[in-house]
Structures are given as structure tokens and as C-alpha cells.
């Protein structure tokens, strides 16, 4: 993962981005602990230190349409009591792992 020339932040996900974004969808419920099935991606506004840019599309959670819509309306991810960055990451790692990102 290291090597890559990637430095300026890109507004719409790269196709591996997004297969990355669908594999999250298909394979893990809703981040916010619901047990919901995804239906779509949310990036934690919280920053990680190997987070590239606020919007990294390799940092996101998978969520239920409805509880991500709840989730930006509550405005705040703190007080959710979900990490949601921290599971962002461990996600990524996995997405590593299973050679889909
Ligand atoms: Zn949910
Ligand atoms: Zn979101």
C-alpha cells in the first residue's frame, strides 16, 4: 500500500474505491450497531492519521440509508458512542487483506 501516487484528493471514488465501497455494503451490517443491511457508505468526519484527506474513500463505514441520514441530521458522530473512524480504519485493513483495495 505504500508507493502509490495518489496525492490530490478526488471527489469521486476510483472503481477500486468502489468495489470497495460495494464489498463493505454486501458483507457488513449497519456501522451504527443496528444490525440494519447496508445500503450505503458514510465517511467518518473524525480524523485518523493515515486518513489522506477528510473525505478518504478508503475511510468509510458501511450504513443503513436511513441511520446515515439520522447520523448527519444529529450532526455530531460524537455522542453516538460508535468509533465510527476507528472501525473505518479496521475495515480498510480488511478491504488490505482480502486484495480488494
Ligand atoms: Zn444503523
Ligand atoms: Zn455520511
New binding site residues.
Partial sequence: MTGRIKLKYNATPTAREKAYHLWLIDTHPCACGCGAVSG????PLTRHPEQRWRRDHEFVVP?HGLC?MR??QEGSERGSGVDYAGLAFRLRARGYEEGIL
Fill in positions: 450505503v457508505v458514510h465517511h450504513m446515515h447520523l448527519h
